[in-house]
C-alpha cells in the first residue's frame, strides 16, 4: 500500500458526460501528479499540483482540468468525455526527488 | 524530444533464470532515472532511483544500474511472484518544468 488513495475504482460512464477523480496523496506530500494509462500509449504524464498551484503540465487535453486543495487532495476533472478516454487513470504523490509513489488508479470506461 | 526507449517489450524466463531489462535514453538535462514495478490493473509500485552514471542501487533480486545512455534492471534467480511489468522513467528538465517520462515497459513472466 502506497499510502496514495483513489476514488472510485471503477467509473463507467457515457460519452459526453463529465466525470471527477480524486485522489488524496500520502500525509506529507506536497506533490500531486496525474498520470493517464491506455494500452497503446502506455503511461502519459498530465499534470502536477504542488502546494496547490499547478507545476508542470504534460499531454492534457483542454477538456482535462485539474486542482488542489488547500487538504492537499486533488481532482481531475474531464469533461466531453469520448471513447478514447477509456482508460486507467493515476493519481501519485511525492515529498521530494520526484520519487513518486502511485496510488490504484480509477479505470474509467466511456460507453 | 526526451524519449525512454524499453527492450525487450516481453520477456518469458523459467525460475532462477537470470537476465537483465534494458532502458535507453534521450533526454535533455537528466535529473535522474527511475525503475517501477507494475502488476496488471494496479498503480506503479516505486523500486529505485538513479543520478548518475555508475550508480548501482539493489533490493532482493533486483539490481540497477546507470551509465550516460541506458540503464539496466538485473534480475537475479527470479521466482515467479517477480512477474510483472518494469517501467523505466527518466525526470526530464525542459524550461524550468520537470516531468517524468516513462518507457513502454518490459514485460515479465517467470514461469515455476
Known amino acids: 500500500d502506497s499510502g496514495v488513495t483513489q476514488t472510485p475504482k471503477h467509473l463507467i460512464t457515457a460519452t459526453g458526460q463529465r466525470v471527477t477523480l480524486r485522489c488524496s496523496p500520502r500525509?506529507?506530500?506536497?506533490?500531486v501528479y496525474w498520470y493517464q494509462q491506455s494500452l497503446d500509449q502506455g503511461l502519459q504524464f498530465l499534470i502536477q499540483?504542488?502546494?496547490?498551484?499547478?507545476?508542470a503540465k504534460g499531454n492534457i487535453l483542454e477538456r482535462f482540468s485539474a486542482q488542489q486543495f488547500p487538504d492537499l487532495h486533488s481532482e481531475l476533472n474531464l469533461s466531453s468525455l469520448e471513447l478514447g478516454d477509456s482508460a486507467l487513470y493515476f493519481c501519485?504523490?511525492?515529498?521530494?526527488?520526484?520519487?513518486?509513489?502511485f496510488g490504484p488508479g480509477t479505470r474509467l470506461t466511456v460507453t | 524530444e526526451d524519449q525512454v526507449t524499453q527492450s525487450p517489450e516481453a520477456l518469458r524466463l523459467q525460475e532462477g533464470e537470470s537476465s537483465s531489462l534494458n532502458c535507453s535514453y534521450t533526454?535533455?538535462?537528466?535529473?535522474?532515472l527511475f525503475w517501477y514495478r507494475q502488476d496488471p490493473g494496479k498503480g506503479p509500485e516505486f523500486l529505485f532511483t538513479?543520478?548518475?552514471a555508475g550508480e548501482e542501487k539493489e533490493k532482493e533480486r533486483l539490481k540497477a544500474t546507470l551509465t550516460k545512455k541506458e540503464s539496466f534492471l538485473h534480475i537475479t534467480a527470479p521466482k515467479p511472484e517477480d512477474s510483472a511489468t518494469y517501467l523505466c522513467?527518466?525526470?526530464?528538465?525542459?524550461?524550468?518544468?520537470?516531468?517524468?517520462?516513462f518507457g513502454q515497459g518490459t514485460r515479465l513472466t517467470i514461469n515455476p
Open positions: 501519485a504523490s511525492s515529498r521530494r526527488a520526484y520519487e513518486q509513489y
Open positions: 500525509s506529507g506530500d506536497l506533490s
Open positions: 499540483y504542488y502546494n496547490g498551484e499547478e507545476r
Open positions: 533526454v535533455s538535462g537528466l535529473r535522474g
Open positions: 538513479l543520478y548518475s
Open positions: 522513467a527518466v525526470l526530464a528538465s525542459n524550461q524550468g518544468a520537470q516531468k517524468l517520462v
